[in-house]
């Protein structure tokens, strides 16, 4: 008795709506050209970052991005150093490849880290409603008060500049945005059918959560992580710009855009391409989530 | 047959997606007698709302009028330039449609944007423009339409607002109303009010009226002539007596089946079989023969749109010579409707 | 409505609040003695001493908090450290350039991507839609630091055309504007433009054109004011956004607004200051944010009721 009771529960639970809608999505992210065209660039940008990361600490091409050469300072774009050298002569190319590593780090890892404190606390606001979803939201509400670089300025300027700061800077600046947006999903997954049956079936809150609400709002999180991770670099490199980040002679991009300004009358390349590829990185990070947004929200696309 | 106002024959309109085209309206005939009411009947999606926007030069990307003409008053409307299509619009031909709720601009009132079809058809100022608006709500039987004339959208009920449409509709006085589905997303009594309203004005001003509609109980109410479209096409056309009297074609049968009637005992409602093909299934034949319980070999091949001795015109292979199914089929038998 | 914006004003208290809160914590959570950090650590005692009795620093730290919350309260930031001038009149003099800075750059971005957005959209899938899209999205990649020193670059120092440093002089007023307002006009010109479309498929579009109006006025008086209303909430952020972007903005132009002294003063150690520069960035943001919801709600009564 019990066990047929059982079974006639396994055959009418209900079916989580996500499987059909991923095919969907697969199907549609690659018809997206651009999507596909920033994810390329990622890739191989990953490629060459974890190269530049392996040379740059141990050094096998034996060329260092801090090498200087008095001779050769302040020389444009030429054969032998493709980005030109800036005002210690260091070859720009070369310390562009060796400080990818940190720019996508940086980006990643505070992007990580405001999503491990953000998703939970979305989750648990939209979850449960009441005073703890007041209670969450407004402490965002405060943290949302500053804004854009502001928050992380005024940490890293108690903090103090360093990669580590800057990133934990970053993170606590993106924490609110994490919270709201998988609030918001998690309280329209909430009200899905097929939730409120699970519940009916006497599924733990614990179980619901993990087993059918954080699967259903992972999209909207992925969207959100993709583009975040963007406007995460575009920070970092401002807060480095502005000598509160990333130290010299570490070869930051916005570091190197900071070393850049004073000599912009004699070498303005100094300027260009450590920006440029700022650009181009964002660039790619944008089209791809951009893409991912248009591929799980056909609706958008129009 | 009187004059008529509106004749349209072969209008082929499509949309482009993906670079498949989807065929939305396939070789459409039909005409629309002075005065007269004509009423189109399909399923959605049968290319009734498509043929009805075509009239008016409204399809927007990726649809296009490919093939056709449209004929009104002797003038010839896919040739049209924009200019006189926009002069057409509202002054000589006007539009209601399905959803009263959404077709009104939420942040203008409903005196704006009544006032906008005096000032743009008969440069009208502000002044005039209202005293116009007032009886012309007056008219449609709006009650304190000074009041009314006011307010904004949202603060009108659903039937209110398609009264307002037919207002705006009617402003100046068009000799073709073209109704998609004025009805549908009304409730019942107000159905009838709104229905019944269509006619009266009808009646004073004398225009012509095109009814789209998938209820053929409003057919029998409000019109004289009937086009039963499917998949694009028209495959019976008939005045409406002859139609419900003697309706030929196995689909028009099968809409009859299924609509509870009154004068005669039914058993039960008999659903037509099956779903409207999808675009890119489309049968080559006769777009009915999957659902058609006569289906025969023939119906691979697409029949012509015939005129039968009743005076229907009939796209169906069994009035014709070539008949190669079960000789003296009945389609469609009065007393016992299986 | 009255009784949404007394809401909306109450549901400010707190996050206000707690703003305060949080710019108090910044000196306190600081690892170490504030005041032998703004001293320098070589400082002789007696000078941390004097900076500990002037700050308060020996007062328990709730008692520290509600002087500060009571003296900001009466406009009261605190003095210098370094120059012993009142934080207040540091910022005042300062915050005026800065919201300049972001009104002008806010005027530019607005006025730059409603225009791009509407032409986007009702060519959508022409050339011109596609050039504004790739345009937009380079903008909103592009750090605006790095914008700034490519605009000097050029229009500065190789073409002689405007003044690289400084704030006031329409010659001046120029690229930092673009500088800063650039990524704003891309996100307001995407915004639009998704906006628009959403618009123009509305039924009531569809029956304005069934009247006969012309299609510049189905586009600029039927849809356009529709399709405002989501673009606001957008344009009441990115305000938030350019007075704090305007911290980089300033920083590449040499312009003395409130922003470079908040670097300064990070660099100086100068912590009232800084203290009071980012509260009064974040109370204007909140305050900002505070009058767009209200015309938002204002602009949006008659759509949220049906």
């Known amino acids: ?302 | 047959m009187s004059e008529n106002i509106l004749d349209i024959n072969d209008l082929r309109t499509s949309f482009f997606v993906e670079g498949n085209e989807i065929k939305a309206v396939d070789g459409v005939t039909f005409q629309v007698p002075k005065g007269k009411t004509l009423g189109i009947v399909g399923e959605s999606g049968s290319g009734k709302s498509i043929s009805a926007l075509s009239i008016l030069q409204l399809i927007e990307n990726p649809g296009k009028i490919v093939g056709g003409s449209i004929n009104f008053k002797g003038e010839e409307l896919t040739k049209a330039k924009n200019s006189r299509m926009r002069d057409i619009r509202g002054n000589e031909i006007s539009m209601i449609f399905q959803e009263p709720m959404t077709s009104l601009n939420p942040v203008y009132t409903i005196g704006q944007q009544l006032r906008e079809s005096y000032k743009i058809h008969e440069g009208l100022g502000k002044k005039e423009g209202t005293k116009r608006a007032i009886e012309m709500l007056e008219l449609v039987g709006i009650p304190s339409p000074e009041k009314r004339i006011n307010q904004y959208p949202y603060e009108l009920s659903g039937g209110m607002r398609q009264r307002v449409m037919i207002a705006m509709a009617l402003a100046c006085k068009p000799e073709l109303l073209i109704a998609d589905e004025p009805t549908t997303a009304l409730d019942v009594t107000i159905q009838a009010q709104i229905l019944e309203l269509i006619k009266e004005l009808q009646d004073e001003i004398g225009m012509s009226v095109v009814m789209i509609t998938h209820d053929l109980g409003v057919v029998a109410e409000t019109c004289d002539y009937v086009a039963v479209m499917y998949c694009g096409k028209v495959v019976e056309y008939a005045d409406v007596e002859t139609l419900f009297a003697n309706p030929k074609h196995p689909y028009t049968v099968g809409l009859l089946n299924s609509l509870p009637r009154h004068d005669v005992d039914q058993d039960e409602l008999v659903p037509i079989k099956g779903n409207v093909p999808a675009p890119d299934e489309m049968p080559t034949g006769c777009r009915f023969a999957p659902r058609c319980p006569h289906a025969s070999d023939i119906c691979s091949k697409l029949p012509g749109l015939e005129t039968q001795e009743d005076g229907n015109d009939v796209r169906c292979w069994i009035y014709t010579e070539e008949w190669d199914g079960e000789k003296g089929v009945k389609v469609y038998d009065r007393e016992s409707t299986t | 409505m009255t009784t949404f914006i007394i809401r909306r004003l109450l549901q400010a208290i707190p996050v206000l609040i707690g703003v305060t809160i949080l710019v108090f914590s910044l000196m306190h959570l600081t690892p170490g003695n504030p005041a032998v950090i703004m001293a320098g650590e070589s400082a002789p005692q007696a000078t941390v001493q004097a900076i500990e009795e002037r700050l308060g620093l020996n007062d328990p730290l709730h008692i520290q908090y509600f002087n500060f919350l009571g003296n900001a309260l009466q406009l009261d930031l605190g003095t210098s450290i370094r120059d012993n001038i009142p934080v207040f009149d540091h910022v005042q003099s300062r915050f005026l350039i800065t919201l300049e800075l972001s009104v002008y750059s806010m005027i530019f971005a607005i006025v730059l991507g409603l225009l791009a957005g509407i032409v986007s959209a009702v060519r959508q899938y022409t050339i011109s839609d596609v050039v504004i899209m790739i345009v937009a999205l380079f903008g909103l990649s592009m750090p605006n630091f790095w914008l700034g020193l490519m605009l000097i670059q050029w229009f500065s120092i190789n073409l002689g055309w405007f003044s690289p440093t400084g704030w006031g002089d329409p010659d001046q007023i120029v690229l930092p504007v673009i500088a800063l307002g650039t990524a704003g006009a891309a996100i307001i010109a995407r915004m639009t433009r998704s906006s628009m479309l959403d618009v123009i498929s509305q039924d009531y579009i569809r029956t304005a054109r069934a009247k006969g109006v012309k299609e510049r006025v189905v586009i600029f008086r039927h849809a356009l004011k529709n399709a405002m209303i989501p673009v606001v909430t957008v344009i009441g952020l990115q305000f938030g956004y350019f007075l704090a972007g305007s911290v980089l903005t300033e920083s590449v132009f040499a312009i003395n607004g409130l922003g470079r002294l908040i670097i300064d003063s990070i660099l100086q150690r100068d912590f009232p200051v800084v203290q009071g520069a980012i509260l009064v960035i974040a109370v204007t943001f909140v305050l900002v944010n505070l009058a767009v919801d209200i015309s938002y709600r204002f602009l949006n009564k008659r759509i949220d009721l049906n």
């Open chain 1, 1 to 302: 008795m019990a066990v047929a009771s059982k079974e006639r529960i396994r055959d009418t639970k209900p079916v989580n709506p996500r499987v059909k809608s991923m095919k969907d999505f697969y199907k549609r992210l690659k018809k997206n050209k651009s999507a596909l065209i920033g994810f390329y660039i990622l890739v191989f940008f990953f490629i060459v970052s974890i190269f530049g990361a392996l040379d740059a600490n141990y050094g096998f091409t034996g060329i260092s991005s801090n090498a200087t050469s008095l001779t050769e300072k302040l020389e444009g774009p030429s054969a032998a150093h493709w980005f030109g050298t800036d005002h210690l002569g260091r070859d720009i190319f070369i310390r562009i490849i060796h400080g990818m590593y940190i720019t996508l780090g940086v980006g990643f890892a505070a992007t990580f880290l405001a999503g491990l404190v953000g998703v939970p606390l979305g989750i648990l606001a939209g979850y449960y409603g009441g005073w703890l979803d007041t209670i969450i939201m407004r402490l965002m509400d405060v943290l949302l008060a500053f804004p854009g670089i502001l928050l992380a300025l005024a940490i890293v300027s108690v903090l103090g500049g360093s990669t580590i700061n800057v990133t934990i800077a970053i993170a606590i600046g993106a924490v609110p945005q994490f919270a709201r947006i998988v609030r918001g999903s998690t309280l329209t997954t909430k009200k899905l059918e097929y939730v409120d049956a699970i519940r009916a079936l006497g599924a733990r809150d614990g179980k619901i959560i993990f087993q059918h609400i954080l699967p259903n709002i992972m999209s909207p999180i992925i969207v959100n992580t993709t583009l975040f991770i963007a406007t995460a670099i575009l920070s970092a490199a401002g807060l480095s710009f502005l000598g509160l980040g990333v130290q010299p002679p570490t070869p930051e991009w916005g570091a190197m855009l900071n070393d850049g300004r004073n000599y912009m009358y004699q070498a303005g390349h100094i300027t260009f391409f450590p920006g440029m590829m700022i650009v181009i990185v964002v660039l790619a990070f944008n089209l791809f989530g951009d893409g991912l947004r248009d591929a799980l929200d056909p609706k958008f696309k129009k």
